[in-house]
């Protein structure tokens, strides 16, 4: 694009690239009802799988007249180990867990792969990957705020562009602003 005289102009490129079309799905490693109290760890793994696996979210409820009263006396914790697309978490419930809802989901956050300030001027490409993975990685969404005196000026003199790739999940994408970008802020999200 060329401009003339006063007139200027600001690009901003969003892309999303589809790597793959299924949704992260809940896949129950372990489920301990008690452990706190002693019990042996994965002690109602059976009954969480059959009710969550394959689900995007589940929330459980937590019933010892169905799952068993594994440590009488002692008020029991409720504790879920499990991944989505091979990523792990862990969700509980303090004691004592019966009778309450144990909620589980696999929600895409973001992982920043590559953040370049001034790539236009020939900066090293990932110069600035650090600053934005440490604003936005793990989050669903971030309002990054592209600013030349938290980053430094990588080469002075030169309006410089701003690029970042991430991956949600399985999709990965890009957003690219055109030079001067800093003051800028960009969306960053898994929506």
């Known amino acids: 694009m060329k401009n003339f005289g006063l007139l200027f102009s600001i690009t901003v490129f969003s892309a999303v690239l589809q790597i793959s079309s299924s949704a992260a799905t809940?896949?129950?490693?372990?489920?301990?009802?008690?452990?706190?109290c002693g019990v042996?760890?994965?002690?109602?793994?059976?009954?969480?799988?059959?009710a969550c696996n394959g689900k995007s979210s589940c929330s459980y409820r937590?019933?010892?007249?169905?799952?068993?009263d594994p440590a009488v006396g002692c008020e029991k914790d409720f504790v879920v180990d499990y991944s989505c697309t091979g990523v792990k978490f862990q969700s509980s419930v303090s004691p004592e867990a019966s009778g309450q809802t144990i909620k589980i989901a696999c929600v895409e956050v973001i992982?920043?792969?590559i953040a370049t300030y001034g790539?236009?001027?020939?900066?090293q490409?990932?110069?600035?990957?650090?600053?934005?993975?440490?604003?936005?990685?793990?989050?669903?969404?971030?309002?990054?705020?592209?600013?030349?005196?938290r980053l430094g000026d990588p080469a002075i003199g030169c309006?410089?562009?701003?690029?970042?790739?991430?991956?949600?999940?399985?999709?990965?994408?890009?957003?690219?602003?055109?030079?001067?970008a800093s003051g800028r802020r960009v969306l960053i999200s898994c929506d």
Do not use: M
């Not at 809940?26 to 706190?36: D, H, K, P, R």
């Open 159 to 180: 309006a410089k562009d701003f690029g970042v790739t991430w991956i949600c999940g399985q999709t990965g994408r890009a957003i690219f602003i055109a030079p001067e």
């Open 62 to 68: 937590i019933d010892s007249s169905r799952i068993g």
């Open 111 to 113: 992982n920043v792969n």
């Open 119 to 123: 790539r236009n001027c020939g900066v």
């Open 26 to 36: 809940i896949t129950v490693l372990s489920a301990s009802y008690g452990q706190n």
């Open 125 to 149: 490409p990932g110069n600035v990957t650090a600053d934005v993975s440490f604003f936005c990685d793990e989050r669903t969404s971030c309002n990054y705020h592209i600013d030349s005196d």
């Open 40 to 50: 042996r760890s994965g002690n109602v793994t059976v009954y969480v799988a059959a």
